[in-house]
């Protein structure tokens, strides 16, 4: 199993950014899929979830501007990020809690580097 997440760049105060994290190999079933993010000298924080129902949580600091939301079928989560803020900057992490091979575990895919700059 492996994640693989894209669409990281440089963008502007204001601007946006799509991220995409697609999941491939045998994969029977995911259940949570997630987007973290570590800022530069900070710990990692929880951005946004959901559900494979579609349920979704967001951090107080993005609820409004970033949308998380999924495609089961393609395996895919995605998190669009509107009104970027420098605080935004980070490398971003989606991890998933997938079910292969008769063995349910979390996945991380490797980061995506945001930088929101002028």
């Known amino acids: 199993v492996q994640l693989q997440a894209s669409g990281g760049g440089l963008v502007q105060p204001g601007g946006s950014l799509r991220l995409s994290c697609a999941a491939s190999g045998s994969i029977s079933m995911i259940n949570v899929m997630g987007w973290y993010r570590r800022p530069p000298g900070k710990e990692r924080e929880t951005v946004a979830t959901?559900?494979?129902?579609?349920?979704?949580n967001y951090a107080a600091s993005v609820r409004g501007r970033f949308t998380i939301s999924r495609d089961n079928a393609e395996n895919t989560a995605y998190l669009l990020m509107n009104n970027l803020k420098p605080e935004d900057a980070a490398v971003y992490y989606c991890?998933?809690?997938?079910?292969?091979?008769?063995?349910?575990?979390?996945?991380w895919g490797q980061g995506t580097q945001v930088t929101v700059s002028s």
């Open positions: 959901i559900t494979s129902r579609g349920t979704t």
């Open positions: 991890g998933a809690d997938i079910t292969a091979n008769w063995r349910t575990l979390w996945y």
